[in-house]
């Protein structure tokens, strides 16, 4: 199940050409923040919060992906949240958690479409069953026992 904010767009960012510090690869990042609808958590109204504003990071070929929207626009961005430990400069394991966007597309103009089943006609909405009566098998007897299993400790007895 993907996670998925909506918002308007507040600014995009240029695509910058950055290095991993690690591993020495190199990759593209480009920054998208948007001004996000909250809702009051007393009264459940939605509360316009122009410093809720997340900055997220479009990797790789997905920084494309920015380049059809404009600020002003209302979007719906699908993210991945990712987590990973570091060790901080006192020698303290701590961890980095990150929103990863990877499809954004214009809110009310969403692009994945539900299953859709084929339509049935009215009639065929309800399973049809014969009129006639079916005879059903009999079920099986059981086989009774007369007396108790050896080996078997009975914790009621009679």
Known sequence: MANTI?????????????????????????????NVRRFDPNTGEPVTDWENTPKLSFMGDKCRDLDRFQVGQMVVISFDLQGRKYTTANGETDIITEARPYKIELYGQRTSQPMVQPAVAPAQ????????????????AQPQYTQQPQGFNNPFPD
């Open 6 to 34: 909506i918002g308007q767009i507040a600014s995009i960012g240029p695509t910058q050409s950055l290095v991993a510090k690690n591993s020495g690869n190199s990759f593209q990042k480009r920054d998208i923040v948007i």
């Open 125 to 140: 909405a309800q399973p049809q069953y014969p009129q006639q009566a079916h005879s059903m098998p009999q079920a099986q």
